[in-house]
């Protein structure tokens, strides 16, 4: 009976093991079959490739690929999201991370973020190439993000749902935004913690200026962005702290990524005199051009500016000026180092191509790019301090800030 059971066993071992082995060999003859189907001998690309240097050649490749993809493609093919991908694929080629095509839908939201108001929850973002996820670094003040409890510091993981990376920042920065009144459920990154969030979207209004006035009269503002009103609402905010009798100012450029250069330029000229040097710009053909200060002096009186590690573009741009200039006393740590200014060029479609043109220097012709400005004086925050949730008593480069201008 035992060697019965022992039999019938062996039996239907077997029999499995043919099963197993017959799908094992069908499911290599099947590849081998699919993988030898198709004869591609004839769409032979690769002199292509390796000499597609004129715009006539990359032509004939993707009419090659086009070919190839009409005739054995087995989905629907949506032609005008393949050419934006083309073109887009294109231009990131140049490896020039401030280079970008920019689409129709893609514009119209970049042109209300210059403006400095649009529909969302209101945080920066940014993306942290060093472990490819986006940061938030910084929330607007009575943003709904604000109000969810949303901190600088934390990254974004998925947004409704969807996983994005640091190079998925625009997808996702596209996804946050959306119609007043609606939803978006965000997963957030906190110290190992995964946190979910529910935030109603709705109009947020960026102001990018905070004023007061501290001890001794010295008057504090803090720009975060380069706006299409900054300088505006700079000199407004300047001028009612004037009016609550400040003698000194620390303007605070910590965290600024930049933004429009001709907002950084203005606020400049409040400080710099009339007929100063303030911006050298040279183009690819080393052709240079000279901004310089054209009004008369708005704010006369000690400054010192506060800069870190995430100063950049417009910002290095003012904070050049003014330490080239001896017009401030530059504090914190050496600035990120962005020395190239982009143009955005419209095409007739709606869509845009933003590109770097031109490298920028100081009054004093000093590099910036890839280099940074070096502070007067070099202080750190406290170790274990967040640049972005620094508190005031923890501030050591406001502190520092404060007591130049009680000395001078």
């Given amino acids: 009976m035992e060697e019965e059971k022992y039999l019938k066993k062996q039996r239907i071992y077997k029999t499995l093991m043919l099963i197993i082995l017959t799908i094992f060999l069908t499911f290599i003859l099947t590849t081998m079959y699919i993988t030898n189907k198709y004869n591609l001998s004839t769409y032979d690309l690769s002199l292509l490739l390796n000499n597609s240097s004129s715009s006539e050649d990359i032509s004939k490749t993707i009419d090659y690929i086009k070919q190839i993809l009409d005739k054995y493609y087995l989905n629907d093919i949506d032609e005008e999201k393949i050419a934006t991908s083309a073109i887009k694929g294109y231009v990131e080629g140049l490896e020039d991370p401030y280079?970008?095509?920019?689409?129709?839908?893609?514009?119209?939201?970049?042109?209300?973020?210059?403006?400095?108001n649009y529909v969302g929850i209101g945080v920066y973002m940014t993306s942290n190439l060093e472990d490819n996820t986006i940061d938030i670094i910084g929330v607007i003040k009575d943003s709904p993000a604000e109000e969810a409890g949303l901190m600088a510091g934390d990254i974004i993981v998925s947004v409704d749902g969807i996983k994005y990376t640091g190079n998925d920042i625009n997808?996702?920065?596209?996804?946050?935004?959306?119609?007043?009144?609606?939803t978006v459920k965000l997963e957030i990154l906190r110290k190992q913690e995964i946190k979910s969030f529910e935030i109603t979207r709705k109009k947020v209004v960026t102001n990018p200026i905070i004023a007061k006035k501290l001890q001794d009269n010295i008057g504090y503002?803090?720009?975060?962005?380069?706006?299409?009103?900054?300088?505006?609402?700079?000199?407004?905010?300047?001028?009612?702290?004037?009016?609550?009798?400040?003698?000194?100012?620390?303007?605070?450029?910590r965290n600024n990524g930049g933004g429009l250069v001709d907002q950084a330029l203005e606020i400049a000229d409040y400080i710099v005199p009339k007929g100063k040097e303030l911006l050298i710009t040279a183009d690819k053909n080393k052709n240079e051009e000279i901004e310089?200060?054209?009004?008369d002096?708005?704010?006369?009186?000690?400054?010192?500016?506060?800069?870190?590690?995430?100063?950049?573009?417009?910002?290095?741009?003012?904070?050049?000026?003014?330490?080239?200039?001896?017009?401030?006393?530059?504090v914190g740590t050496t600035t990120y180092g962005k020395g190239v200014i982009q143009q955005l060029m419209t095409f007739s479609d709606g869509s845009g191509l933003k590109l770097t043109t031109h490298e920028y220097y100081t009054p004093n012709r000093n590099k910036i790019n890839g280099i940074g400005i070096e502070p007067n004086e070099i202080v750190e925050l406290p170790e274990g301090v967040n640049a972005f949730t620094v508190t005031e008593e923890n501030d050591t480069q406001l502190q520092r800030a404060i007591e130049i201008l009680k000395e001078s």
């Fill in 99 to 116: 280079t970008e095509y920019i689409t129709k839908e893609e514009m119209e939201e970049y042109s209300v973020n210059l403006k400095g």
């Fill in 171 to 182: 997808n996702a920065s596209t996804a946050i935004k959306g119609e007043e009144g609606t």
């Fill in 221 to 253: 503002i803090q720009i975060t962005s380069f706006d299409e009103e900054t300088a505006e609402d700079f000199k407004s905010k300047y001028e009612n702290l004037k009016n609550e009798g400040i003698t000194s100012l620390i303007i605070d450029l």
């Fill in 292 to 295: 310089k200060a054209k009004q």
């Fill in 297 to 330: 002096i708005l704010i006369d009186m000690p400054i010192v500016m506060l800069v870190n590690g995430n100063t950049a573009s417009s910002s290095e741009i003012l904070a050049g000026a003014l330490k080239d200039l001896n017009e401030a006393t530059i």
